[in-house]
Each structure stands twice: as structure tokens, then as C-alpha cells.
């Protein structure tokens, strides 16, 4: 044990006062993320997509980044392994280029398994060849987005899906520690909300002060109704990111999303609906952070149009809040 000797000069109070950590980094007054599905997306509209938002040249110039399945299943869906689940398909090194240049950050799970759960064995097969891929080039993901109806048993836990086991070791669908080879360290849990998150000592706002209230109110009637494994803490409805701790001792970050008014499907074509002078100003007034949860790949590009007029104007209002230093815009 050492004894502590009193500092001689501590820092005098006027500036003690004075000095505070920023909760943004300078000179940003808010966050914000578009953290976007690949449901549906093919190699034509990724490209289209992307070149548009984030060339600096001709383009917005915004940090946003997308996601990709391991298995797809619709003709022309952005996948790494062709539908057989071994073989790379011919966007494998398209995707492996993005995550390098920073375009993929996020796995939208193993695959997309609407209306019919994997095998697990198959499961197991195609997560293991994917981490081994990716280890094999060097290559790591951080963020996990659970994918789709009840039958992606593979998807990690969730609050409104008791099937989703992929993070349950006594579950024949547990693949969490190929997930956590992967590199992931956080993982949207399937939880929306559709106001800012806070920031780190929010401004008192109606909304800041009324919403633990009207959370707990729900709560209690969620539990006279015999509902309690819907409840969510104050921290749920307040917060960007939880731990989560798994039933093996580890523990992932878990977020939440942005949808505006729950609306879906939440596509590039409703993208009005959030990136509006309104919300993102409310997103300031707060400090806070936002994680819009959006398929930007929905609907496929034909040619033509790429974004109706009110869905460019959303983004082109963003990318100048980005670009004057007020919105912190940043891959996921
Ligand atoms: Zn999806």
C-alpha cells in the first residue's frame, strides 16, 4: 500500500469548473449513423448507392457505410457465398473491397433465413467458412445486425424474439463465438426507437424528462397484462448502446435503431421521413445520437432515378449539416 502525498499546486477551482470533456468531438453538436440492411440488394444498386453518397467528387461525401449476408437467397442478392453456402459468389471480392475501403461494416447475420430456419449443421458450416475466410485475408467486422422474421434462429438475443438462439450455447443454432472470431463487438438487438438517444448529460428537454415516465407506465401495464418479458429499462429507451451478457460468460454492446414513427419498410425512398430540419434539429438541440435503421439497397435500381426529390433533398440537408461541422455523420 503507498501513502498519497497532497498535490502542492491542485488546479484552481475557476478552472476546474471551466474544463469540461465535449460530449462530441469538435466541433460537432450531435451523431448520427445510417446503418442500413442489404435485404434485396443487388451489386448494381450497391454500386449506384454508394457512388452517390459517398463520393466526395459528384457525390455527398458522407461517411456511410453498408452491410452484407454471408448466404443470400433472392437472384442478384449481395452475398459472400453463392446459395450452397461454400462457394464465394461473384460479389465475394466486391465485398471484400468494400469492408477495406470502409463501404460494409456491418454482417446482417449469417444469412437470410425468412420462412424457413437454417439447418444447424449447415449453419455451423457457413459461419465457420466465413470467419475462416476472413481470417485468412486478414479481415474483421464489428458490428452484428439481426436479420428478419422469428425463423433466423441464428439471429443473437433479442427482447421481442424468444426464438433467436444464435448466442445460446445449449442451442444447436449457437454460433456466437464464430461471431466474436469475426471481430464483432456490437450488435443491433432488434430494438427501435424514434426519438434521439441521449448524449452524455442531455439537455432537460420535455421529451429527456417525460419519456422514463411514460416508459415506466408502460412497464406496469405490460406486467398486469402478463407481460413481463416485454419490459424495458430506462436505459433501454435512453441509451445508444448496453452490454449484453450472454448465457457463455461473454458479452457484446448492444444498440438501438432509429425509425421514425416505426414505419416500415424503412427504404432510401423514406429516408424523408427522419432526415428532416425537425428531428435533426431536435438531434441537436440534444446532443444526442441517432442510428437510422433504413435499407438503402430497397428498391433495386433500374436505371433512372435513383431517389425521389424528397429523399435527395433528406440527404443533400444532411450531407450540409455534416459539412458545416454540426452533425457528426460516421459509419456504424
Ligand atoms: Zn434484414
Not at 484552481?12 to 453538436?29: I, S
Not at 433467436?164 to 469475426?182: E, I, N, Q
Request: aromatic fraction near 10%; glycine fraction near 8%.
Amino acid at each position: 500500500m503507498t501513502t498519497q502525498t497532497p498535490l502542492r499546486n491542485p488546479t484552481p477551482g475557476f478552472l476546474r469548473r471551466e474544463v469540461r470533456l465535449r460530449p462530441m468531438p469538435f466541433p460537432y453538436l450531435a451523431a448520427l449513423s445510417i446503418c442500413s440492411d442489404i435485404d434485396e440488394c443487388d451489386r448494381r444498386t450497391f454500386l449506384a448507392v454508394h457512388q452517390f453518397i459517398n463520393d466526395p467528387d459528384g457525390g455527398l461525401g458522407l461517411p456511410i457505410a453498408d452491410s452484407f449476408f454471408a448466404v443470400g437467397r433472392s437472384p442478384g442478392q449481395l452475398a459472400y457465398f453463392l446459395s450452397d453456402g461454400r462457394s464465394p459468389g461473384p460479389d465475394a471480392e466486391l465485398i471484400v473491397k468494400a469492408i477495406r475501403a470502409g463501404l460494409i461494416d456491418s454482417l446482417h447475420s449469417w444469412g437470410d433465413f425468412n420462412d424457413t430456419p437454417p439447418q444447424p449443421s449447415e449453419l455451423r458450416d457457413i459461419a465457420s467458412r466465413l470467419t475462416e475466410d476472413f481470417t485468412r485475408r486478414g479481415l474483421q467486422l464489428k458490428v452484428w445486425i439481426n436479420h428478419g422474421d422469428p425463423c433466423n434462429r441464428q439471429n443473437l438475443r433479442a427482447r421481442l424474439q424468444p426464438g433467436y438462439s444464435g448466442g445460446d450455447p445449449g442451442s444447436p443454432f449457437f454460433t456466437l463465438d464464430l461471431v466474436r472470431a469475426l471481430g464483432i463487438k456490437y450488435y443491433w438487438w432488434s430494438e427501435l426507437v424514434d426519438w434521439p438517444l441521449s448524449g452524455r448529460e442531455p439537455p432537460v428537454t420535455m421529451r429527456v424528462t417525460v419519456q422514463p415516465f411514460i416508459n415506466h407506465l408502460k412497464n406496469v401495464i405490460k406486467i398486469l397484462i402478463g407481460h413481463r418479458q416485454l419490459i424495458r429499462t430506462t436505459a433501454q429507451v435512453t441509451d445508444l448502446c448496453l452490454p449484453a451478457r450472454f448465457a457463455d460468460g461473454t458479452t457484446l454492446m448492444a444498440f438501438n435503431r432509429h425509425l421514425r414513427r416505426f414505419r416500415e419498410p424503412s427504404t432510401r425512398h423514406t429516408l424523408h421521413y427522419t432526415l428532416t430540419p425537425a428531428v435533426l434539429d431536435e438531434l441537436m438541440a440534444e446532443q444526442g445520437y441517432l442510428i437510422l435503421y433504413t435499407h438503402l439497397g430497397m428498391p433495386r435500381f433500374e436505371g433512372g432515378e435513383l431517389l425521389p426529390a424528397a429523399d435527395l433533398r433528406a440527404l443533400q440537408y444532411l450531407a450540409g449539416l455534416y459539412h458545416q461541422g454540426k452533425i457528426w455523420v460516421a459509419p456504424t
